[in-house]
């Protein structure tokens, strides 16, 4: 099935260690998306890309980076985590940026624990 | 900017009992859209219902309906014959049209479904 797959599911790092979260999708969807979600709150949008287009939230830490190298696959990176950035990542896709049909596909999250 | 308020931070309702769910949201556009993401523990969010703004009627999809009232900026979620498989966490979000796809999430509703 078509589907937004995230990797690992769960990942431990240490606090300064820098990590690297994967997502991939077999929608062929131009768009994709980083959110933050911590504990029993809403997700946070931190970037977006547009096929090879970035967009960052203007409230988005220099802390978190991302890179598309192509369409399939896209990566969050944490440069140097702190506790403060334990929290689930949930990447999305989208067919395209806008118009009446458009929703959004999730992946099943990675959970970051930072120690 | 908009914000979107889900008042409920848990709500419970017996197997095969009528649920809802409460949403408001704060804007001064005239053409957005509204949706219901469903969230099962340890799974992928989900879409439940979307409804566009222009529309007067209120969007249905089997068990689920919406009670849109665009002047009081209210949207409501109700779960008909609540089943075990509905338990989860439920986010109401906001998307302008003017906004691409940014999605703008309510801090969720966590639903129980007591057998």
């Known amino acids: 099935d078509a589907m937004v797959i995230q990797n690992p599911r769960y990942q431990v790092t240490q606090f300064g260690k820098p990590v690297t979260l994967s997502c991939s999708q077999t929608l062929n969807h131009n768009v994709m998306y980083w959110y933050q979600q911590k504990s029993s709150q809403a997700p946070k949008l931190l970037f977006h890309?547009?096929?090879?287009?970035?967009?960052n939230e203007a409230d988005t830490p220099d802390n978190f980076q991302s890179r598309r190298p192509n369409t399939s696959f896209c990566f969050l990176d944490i440069r140097s985590p702190g506790l403060g950035d334990a929290a689930m990542y949930l990447c999305a896709t989208s067919r395209e940026w806008g118009g009446r049909r458009e929703t959004q596909y999730f992946g099943p999250g990675t959970r970051l624990l930072v120690l | 900017a908009q914000t979107v308020t889900q008042s409920q931070p848990e709500m419970s309702v017996q197997e095969a009992e009528t649920v809802t769910l409460s949403c408001t949201y704060d804007t001064s556009e005239s053409d957005y859209y509204l949706f219901w993401y469903k969230q099962p523990p340890s799974r992928q969010m989900i879409l439940v219902i979307r409804?566009?703004?222009?529309?007067?009627q209120n969007a249905t999809e089997n068990r689920f309906s919406v009670n849109f009232q665009k002047a009081a900026k209210s949207f409501s979620l109700k779960i008909s014959d609540s089943q075990l498989g509905d338990a989860a966490m439920y986010f109401c979000?906001?998307?302008?049209?003017?906004?691409?796809?940014?999605?703008?999430f309510g801090g969720g509703t966590r639903v129980l479904v007591k057998p």
């Open positions: 979000a906001y998307r302008s049209e003017a906004a691409g796809n940014k999605l703008t």
């Open positions: 409804q566009e703004a222009y529309k007067q």
């Open positions: 890309y547009y096929d090879k287009d970035f967009n």
